[in-house]
């Protein structure tokens, strides 16, 4: 998988470009400033390490993330998985049903988050709702459009935040199946 993950938070802009085999867990991180294109290991990235290659891995797996988090939140046994409860559905009140997923208070980048999805009658995800360290109040909310099917996978590739100019959107996406 190749994609160019682009972020506008209104103070800060990112654009980050990135390949990742997860067969090998090889991922390359191209052109990140003035640098040359960056390649890693994620087997070789420790949970405590620091510097460079631990950050850029930070940034990897933010954007993977929000790439494909219900893909990644399926794949991780450490996260619980549970329906919504009833007064989350005042944040998106037009979903068909939603989600929440909870990360551990001690496994991962973001101890203690929790993400509520919101899909229509497609199973699609309409909505993203970000709680930081499992805030009852929404940290940020996001919708889910433009998707986009690459190989047996449909993508949302824009992530605008409604009523604010934050936005979260994919360029020069690619999926490739290993065979």
Known sequence: MSYTFRADLGDKQFVRSWKWLPESGEVTLFGAGEA?????????????????????????????????????????????IEALPEKATAVVPDAFAGLR?????????TPGDVYDLFYDESY???????????????????????YETF???????NRPSPGSSVRIWFEDVSVKLSK
């Open 36 to 80: 040359e294109d960056i390649r890693y290991n994620r087997a070789d990235v420790t949970p405590d390490e620091t510097g460079q290659l631990a950050k850029i891995d930070q940034q990897f797996i933010n954007d993977l993330y929000w790439m494909i988090f219900p893909f990644q939140a399926a794949w991780d046994s450490s996260v619980a």
């Open 101 to 109: 997923v909870r990360y551990p208070n001690h496994a991962g980048y």
């Open 124 to 146: 699609r995800v309409t909505h993203w709702v970000f709680r930081k360290g499992g805030s009852a109040e929404p940290t940020r909310v996001s919708e889910w459009t433009d």
């Open 151 to 157: 190989g047996p996978l449909n993508i949302s590739l």
